[in-house]
């Protein structure tokens, strides 16, 4: 029922900035906690930036704060991350999810934690 697009990701040179989007269906974006994730290739999938339901708190992950920006526009059904000063070790395909059972204002990092997941979206960031 609940579906999830990401959208902006690309080809970027070290330092440059992007906005990745992800525009969720359904009627219940204002409740779901969301969060964004990445894997490269070789690697686990890691957990980057939250933001919970209402947006009363945010977490990022160490490799990115200062970096990164997660927030919402429940308006608009839609999560966005603020990458900036990109680094070649932020290559990976990036992930929108949604937990839209949580009834706490809390961010969660775990990946099992999520109920619906976009399809990705590959960003690379060149030397």
């Known amino acids: 029922q609940v579906q999830l697009v990401e959208s902006g990701g690309g080809l970027v040179q070290a330092g440059d900035s992007l906005r990745l989007s992800c525009e969720v269906s359904?009627?219940?974006?204002?409740?779901?906690?969301m969060g964004w994730f990445r894997q490269a290739p070789g690697k686990e999938r890691e957990f980057v930036a939250g933001?919970?339901?209402?947006?009363?708190?945010?977490s990022y992950a160490d490799s990115v704060k200062g970096r990164f920006t997660i927030s919402r526009d429940n308006a608009k059904n839609t999560v966005y991350l603020q990458m900036n000063s990109l680094k070649p070790e932020d290559t990976a395909v990036y992930y929108c999810?949604?937990?839209?059972?949580?009834?706490?204002?809390?961010?969660?990092?775990?990946?099992?934690?999520?109920?619906?997941w976009g399809q990705g979206t590959q960003v690379t960031v060149s030397s």
């Open positions: 999810a949604a937990d839209v059972r949580t009834t706490l204002h809390t961010v969660l990092t775990g990946t099992n934690e999520y109920d619906y």
């Open positions: 359904g009627r219940t974006f204002g409740r779901s906690a």
């Open positions: 933001i919970s339901r209402s947006a009363y708190s945010t």
